[in-house]
């Protein structure tokens, strides 16, 4: 008499952690069977891997296409077994940049428009929070995220928008002009900066650093716009001066009759 021991098959079932699986993004593949000691995997694109939970990025012709992936396990009896699933691969959205309308190094208070392709079917999301193609920020860090419709998502490489201080437009000198005189204004900001003085009621403009405002019978105040620029990034600051004409008292003489002779 000859007991002959029948031992149950491996379970070759398997998992892919990775949903949906997209071009060129690894998937994780897990055999999920309990009385299995060998696993190996044919990917169906010409890959192999031998052991459980391999990585593995499918990169068909064209974008998209479909995988059989093959499980063959083998239990403690030598007994083996083999079982197969078909992976759609869907495509990932093209890869894009991030372009800036007004560069990526502003003057502060200015305005920048970070933007990629508008893509019919792509969804955004930028680290902002924003879900269109562009979004218009004052400065910062920032990216964003395409998605399709198949839900295959790309992050782009975000970018750093720099704020650059505006220059000094503060100045010194006396606002009035005594009588029929003038008086000069000195602006502070020193080198590696552009001047433009305007007399907004006379037109008159200066590019030095001082500008001298003369006595005009016909305006009694006048307003000077002074803009410094820095000549290394452009930026430009102002500042409005009002001078005003000022008449000097005239002196106070008194005689006092002394003795007479």
């Known amino acids: 008499t000859m007991t002959v021991e029948v031992t149950d098959l491996p379970d070759s079932e398997f998992t892919v952690n990775t ?8 998937a994780t593949f897990m055999g999920t069977g309990t009385n299995v000691i060998s696993w190996e995997w044919d990917f169906g694109d010409g890959a192999t891997f031998i052991g459980n939970n391999p990585q593995h990025a499918f990169l068909p012709p064209g974008g998209s296409g479909s995988f059989t992936v093959e499980l ?16 759609m691969v869907f495509p990932v959205p093209a890869q894009d940049t991030i372009e800036a309308s007004n560069g990526f190094i502003i003057c502060d208070g200015d305005a920048t428009t970070l933007s ?3 893509v019919a ?7 902002n929070g924003a879900v269109t193609s562009s979004i218009t920020v004052y ?7 395409l998605t399709t419709a198949d839900s295959c998502k790309v992050v782009l490489d975000p970018v750093d928008v720099q704020i650059i201080p505006l220059p000094d ?3 010194i000198g006396t606002p009035y002009i005594c009588d029929s005189g003038s008086t000069t204004l000195t602006a502070l900001a020193g080198g590696g900066h552009t ?3 305007t007399n907004q009621q006379t037109g008159a403009t200066g590019t030095s650093r001082d500008f001298t405002i003369p006595y005009n019978p016909s305006f009694p105040a006048q307003s000077i716009l002074l803009q410094v620029t820095s000549n290394d990034y452009g930026c430009t600051a102002e500042s409005m001066i ?10 106070d003489a008194q005689i006092t009759a002394g003795d007479a002779c």
């Open 139 to 145: 400065g910062g860090h920032q990216g964003v995220t």
């Open 242 to 251: 009002t001078v005003t004409q000022v008449v000097s008292p005239a002196p």
């Open 195 to 197: 001047y433009l003085w």
């Open 116 to 118: 990629v392709d508008l």
């Open 72 to 87: 063959q396990t083998e239990n403690g009896a030598g007994c083996r077994d083999t079982t197969s699933q078909v992976i």
């Open 19 to 26: 949903n949906p699986v997209c071009y060129g993004q690894p």
């Open 121 to 127: 079917g792509l969804s955004y999301l930028w680290t």
């Open 169 to 171: 437009a503060s100045w």
